[in-house]
């Protein structure tokens, strides 16, 4: 696994725009909303409601953003020969986590941590992050969206989001039976993003 300390800047109420950024030294890359069809359909719902609408991310605390965010990125495991500059081609899913009422920070990281056993043997993404030791830095706190962890999914292709979220025939029930311990469903949200690397996060 592999960590850094980078800053996360999340957009409420625009879409953060990849052009007006480009030329910041600072930013690593930068998550927009896209077409949230892929996950509509894995959910079964046909209405969806965005809760945010990007996430820039930098190695700089300036303010950019709606919130911004310290957080330690742990990359879980990564199937890529390298993580490119430019477009990722497959499909990426982002969600701002929030812990059950019931559980102080420390006991929601070590559950959290955790889950990666079972990302690994029942999903089929090519990368996995967790986004924890969340620190605000600016901006108002949400209600509706309490963070206190980021996941990001990178799937491959279309075909790869579709056939191997779940990779075996009980790991959607056993996902949901150890998320069910540490999030709280009713304020975490996820969208699907479209994912431009400006650059690698060493310096």
Known sequence: MKCENVYAHIYFDRIPDPAE??????????DSVSDQAPLMTLRGVQEFEEQFQGIIWSTSPEPIGD???????????????????????????VSLVSKKEDLNSEAFYK????????????HGME????????EYLYGQKSKTSVIDGISELWFTSTSDWFERFYLKENSQRIVREDTQKFINYQTTCSIMVSEMRVRRAEK
């Open 21 to 30: 950024s480009i030329f910041d030294t600072n930013i690593i890359s930068i």
């Open 67 to 93: 919130i911004g965010l310290s957080v330690r990125k742990v990359i879980a495991w990564s199937h890529e020969r390298g993580i490119n500059i430019g477009k990722y081609p497959g499909l990426k899913q």
């Open 111 to 122: 559950h959290y941590q955790r889950h990666i056993d079972i990302a690994r043997e029942h």
């Open 127 to 134: 990368m996995y992050a967790q986004n924890t030791d969340i």
